[in-house]
């Protein structure tokens, strides 16, 4: 059964206006296997989710307007909120019932007893009401900040051990000492180092890099980019670094000194404490970085700022990424190219966004090579539904892509900014509160119909040792038109589907996508032996309008072949 | 029971009903439909429940046992509403209680995490989801509140309740990763 049909099965049952037909429809579905029924069973709990959380919402709505209440509040007022309160739902009436007897009882005897006294009746209706719905969260209070500091040198001389190294080249070719790493600075040139520390804590440096160890518990870095793990720490781990500090008593977190005055840190789990330091006044107070967030230590200002953070700009794995963005605008994936594209027809690349006029482009459901862009194999606008499209230069075809028309509109874009034809509006980058398009993020901009093609093998010859371990990437449908000012990036029927195929076959499928999703994250595991991945964008059989969609942060991670 | 000290067993029941009520009050959800009528059929089949606890095997599953008493407080909710039993056949309703069972295992989790998606949700859908779920206005009263048409209303909720879905699923693999 299409999947169209059957979200409209599922809606009309979750909203309890299902025909016989379809309830014998939706029996026969949802006995077909488990995995529908489980699929029902988690909208199931959703709405029961929401009606709590939303209830709860409303009752604490209610409970506010109660507390605002002056004493001299009009018998009226507490009338109309008491008669709100009772008239929430059936199951609320009856734990309130009591309580607003009693109050509505005062009230007929009119002011027989004073406002204030209705006031704390009303307070008790509400209260029972939230007792019942569960209290609204309320702001978790930071756990303590205090960090043991084990200010002793190791007892047998010894601060860290390497665990293992990749690629890695220390100052003037020497290597650590398996036995053990003492007291000292130590300098990274490149590749990467996994030590474990006498305290438990296990880094990950990233070449190049300059450390110092010298104290349990602690260590200073002066430049470079380090991950840590503070989980089996005895009694937590710090970081001292030219603007500041960072320490936790057992999450994962990366730092990178950027440079003498700024340090960036994210803490990756769990939360971390940060603190700049500051030229006059030295070490400022600790303040909490929760998980996924990120943070800058500024020694100019000694302030510490919240800075934009994708969660995972830093892992203890050993992972070379490629980004796809510097593909598309002509790199190799390794540098940080923005701001041009590939013309889907054609396969032309540009640093130009096409004239107004030629947007809209038609499509013959073939591959075009890309000579301006080595690791791209080939961009195709897909051909309707039920006609083959080529995917791969080795000849995959598919021929179920959900497209109505073999058109696309504007180039296969990487920003940097999204260009926009004409005088339309420009495109919101800004997703759940992340900007795509700033530097540190990129874009890569698809809109149906769209394939692009992707060269894994060559990519692996181009890195030795390594191999494609992963696709990674954000997916979001947003809109470029807006009906009128100030209206949501919201629009029914503007949907759209995305497929990756691996060596032709279909690997995974986002369906109808709309702005409502948000962002979608796809992660891919890919192997050795793949030698293509094609990322196609269709138009969901409704249109091309307003399908622009974007990729964000979409990237390959590489990782040792030995490693793998 | 075995045991017949009144305390004791009230002990084991609450123990026993926390430990299953996602099961039970989900399966109860997912039959009823309507949250505020799903909410009074728990709480009866919770008493029947009280009631019958003498009688309750521990050497059976407890959410079988709590499921089999919901089933019949169900059929009461019908006929007092006089209506007909849910229209989609027992084998799916079965299907949609061992569905529960595995769902309810995570049910902390998928709460927790739709807190999180709620945040995320913006513009018309959720406004529509507020007016849903947390006024329980009709899609007719949405639609007049919002001028749109009822159908409308019903495409933007299910939008929104897929587009939670989704997320909700995502937060969880996020957690698993």
């Not at chain 1, 059957?6 to 077909?32: M, V």
């Not at chain 2, 937060?171 to 698993?176: G, L």
């Amino acid at each position: 059964m299409p999947e169209h049909d059957i979200d409209t099965l599922i809606s009309a049952y979750l909203e309890g206006e299902l025909t016989e037909p379809q309830a014998e429809q939706l029996s026969a579905w949802l006995t077909a296997s488990p995995d529908h029924a489980r699929y029902v069973a988690e909208l199931g709990l959703l709405e029961r989710g929401l009606n709590r959380q939303l209830l709860a919402q409303e009752s604490s709505d209610l409970f506010a307007e109660l507390a605002a209440l002056e004493d001299g509040a009009e018998v009226e007022q507490l009338v109309d909120i008491t008669a709100r309160v009772r008239s929430e739902t059936s199951r609320q009436r009856r734990l309130a019932r009591r309580q607003l007897a009693q109050a509505e009882k005062h009230i007929d005897q009119s002011l027989s007893i004073g406002p204030k006294a209705l006031i704390w009746l009303g307070l008790a209706a509400a209260i029972a009401l939230m007792v019942y719905l569960g209290w609204p969260e309320q702001p978790s209070i930071p756990a303590g900040t205090g960090i043991a500091r084990l200010d002793k040198p190791s007892t047998d001389g010894v601060f860290a051990r390497p665990i293992d190294t990749f690629q890695a080249v220390w100052e003037d070719g020497g290597q650590p000492d398996p036995a053990g790493m003492t007291a000292g600075r130590y300098r990274l040139v490149q590749g990467e180092a996994r030590l474990q520390l006498a305290d438990g804590t296990r880094i990950k440096v990233l070449g190049p890099a300059e450390f110092s160890l010298g104290l349990t518990g602690e260590m200073d870095l002066h430049a470079g980019e380090l991950v840590v793990d503070a989980s089996n720490s005895v009694a937590g781990f710090r970081v001292n670094t030219p603007s500041g500090a960072v320490r936790s008593p057992d999450a994962r977190f990366g730092l990178e000194v950027v440079d003498a005055l700024t340090t960036e840190t994210e803490a990756i789990n769990g939360a971390i404490q940060v603190a700049a330091l500051s030229s006059d006044r030295g070490l400022g107070a600790f303040t909490e970085v929760s998980q996924a967030q990120a943070a800058r230590l500024d020694l100019q200002t000694g302030q510490v700022d919240t800075i934009q953070s994708g969660g995972d700009r830093f892992s203890m794995d050993y992972v070379r990424v490629i980004d796809l963005v510097d593909i598309v605008a002509g790199g190799d994936g390794t540098g940080d190219r923005r701001n041009a594209g590939i013309d889907p027809q054609t396969g032309l690349w540009s640093d130009m966004p096409p004239r107004s006029a030629d947007w809209t482009v038609l499509g013959d459901g073939r591959l075009h090579s890309v000579s301006r862009c080595p690791l791209v194999a080939g961009v195709v606008i897909p051909a309707v539904q039920g006609t083959p499209t080529e995917l791969d230069p080795i000849g995959h075809r598919f021929d179920g892509l959900t497209v109505s028309n073999c058109s696309s509109y504007g180039p296969i874009w990487g920003g940097g900014y999204v260009p926009v034809p004409g005088a339309q509006p420009e495109l919101d980058t800004l997703i759940d509160g992340v900007n795509y398009a700033a530097p540190s993020r990129g874009l890569v901009r698809m809109h149906a119909n769209s394939g692009l093609c992707l060269d894994l093998a060559e990519m692996r010859r181009r890195h030795p040792g390594m191999t494609t371990t992963r696709f990674r990437t954000g997916v979001s449908n947003r809109e470029a038109t807006r009906r009128s000012p100030g209206e949501p990036l919201a629009d029914l029927y503007a949907s759209v589907d995305l497929w990756v195929f691996v060596d032709g076959r279909l690997r995974v499928t986002e369906r109808d996508i709309t702005t409502a999703d948000g962002m979608i994250d796809i992660d891919l595991p890919l192997g050795s032996n793949d030698r293509y991945l094609t990322l196609v964008v269709t138009d969901g059989l409704n249109g091309t309008t307003f399908d622009w969609v974007l990729l964000c942060q979409p990237r390959i991670d590489l990782r040792p072949s030995d490693r793998e | 029971m075995a045991e017949h000290d009144p305390n004791t067993q009230m002990r084991d029941f609450t123990r026993l009903w926390l430990e299953n009520q996602h099961v039970v009050s989900g399966y109860i959800y997912l039959s009823v439909r309507d949250f505020h009528h799903a909410e009074d059929v728990i709480q009866d089949t919770a008493r029947s429940a009280v009631d019958s606890f003498a009688g309750y095997d521990p050497a059976r599953p407890f959410a079988a046992w709590a499921i089999a008493i919901a089933k019949q407080r169900i059929a009461d909710h019908f006929r007092k509403q006089g209506r007909r039993q849910p229209a989609i056949s027992s084998e799916a309703v079965d299907a949609l209680g061992a569905a529960c069972a595995e769902v309810a295992q995570e049910a902390d989790e998928r709460l927790h995490a739709l807190r999180q998606c709620m945040a995320k949700l913006t513009g018309r859908h959720r406004e529509v989801v507020e007016l849903r779920y947390g006024k329980s206005y009709s899609p007719d009263k949405i639609a007049d509140r919002l001028g749109l048409k009822p159908n409308a209303v019903n495409a933007l909720v299910f939008r929104a309740r897929k587009a939670l879905a989704r997320c909700v699923n995502q937060q969880m693999r996020r957690q698993d990763a």
